[in-house]
């Protein structure tokens, strides 16, 4: 099989993977936020409650702009909910507020792989760019090693990838261990681990394409170099 058809497949099961992620979270998440939970707590409420009930009242909770924006800062010691977690009583609000209260909790016990990841960040935005940039001009100049630089540091933003799977699985599981206990009944955990699940699915699908977008490269440019 001809290897630019073979680039040009990946490519396309690629971008189908992703977008397939985006529209499973985004129908999920909008699916349980029309549910209201029984006790009628907000995002904000919520996390507020998780966090000072694990001695984390030193941490703020702050109202943020975007769609599924929410994440917590650990530098600055601040999680951050969209609009509609912070005010929403949803399933969904409750979900996604206590998966964030779930990475809070992951740094006050110095969880390893939230450590790594955190010190990982510079390196892996340094990564991205000189990546972008090594790709561009080794195409545009016909030079391999600039072409090699650039997918030598995609395996870097694969490894960051791989190594934010379980931050997030064990956020996840936190977050629903702490609202089975206190804030959710039975029917409403099944329904807020389904908006978890879902979101757990796109970083799932972030290492795929990454994955896939790695075999790409070395398909089209191993093959020259074999030349």
């Known amino acids: 099989m001809d290897s630019y058809f073979l680039s040009y497949l990946l490519i396309f099961v690629g971008f189908f993977i992703t977008l397939y992620a985006q529209i499973h979270i985004t129908n999920t998440y909008k699916k349980y936020a029309k549910v209201n939970n029984k006790k009628g707590l907000t995002g904000r409420e919520t996390a507020r409650q998780i966090l000072d ?26 999680i951050r909910l969209s609009r509609e ?16 209260c779930g990475h809070a909790i992951q740094d006050k016990e110095n969880y390893s792989f939230l450590r790594f990841r955190s010190m990982f960040i ?25 072409i090699y630089l650039g997918i030598a540091l995609e395996f870097v933003m694969l490894f960051f ?5 379980p931050v997030e699985f064990d956020a ?18 099944e329904s807020a681990k389904k908006v978890l699940t879902a979101a757990a699915l796109t970083y799932v699908a972030s290492v795929v394409t990454t994955l896939l977008e790695i075999a790409r490269l070395l398909l089209i440019f191993g093959n020259r170099d074999d030349s």
């Open 53 to 78: 009930s694990h001695g984390l009242s030193n941490i703020y909770i702050v109202e943020t702009n975007g769609f599924l924006s929410d994440h917590y800062d650990p530098s600055r010691k601040v």
């Open 85 to 100: 977690i912070y005010h929403g009583t949803s399933i969904s609000s409750l979900a996604v507020a206590a998966h964030e």
């Open 122 to 146: 510079p390196i892996v935005n340094f990564a991205s760019y000189a990546g972008y940039f090594a790709l561009l001009f080794g195409i545009l100049f016909q030079a391999l090693d600039l």
């Open 161 to 165: 990838q791989l190594i934010t799977l």
């Open 172 to 189: 996840s599981k936190r977050a629903l261990q702490i609202l089975e206990g206190n804030y959710l009944e039975k029917k409403e955990k």
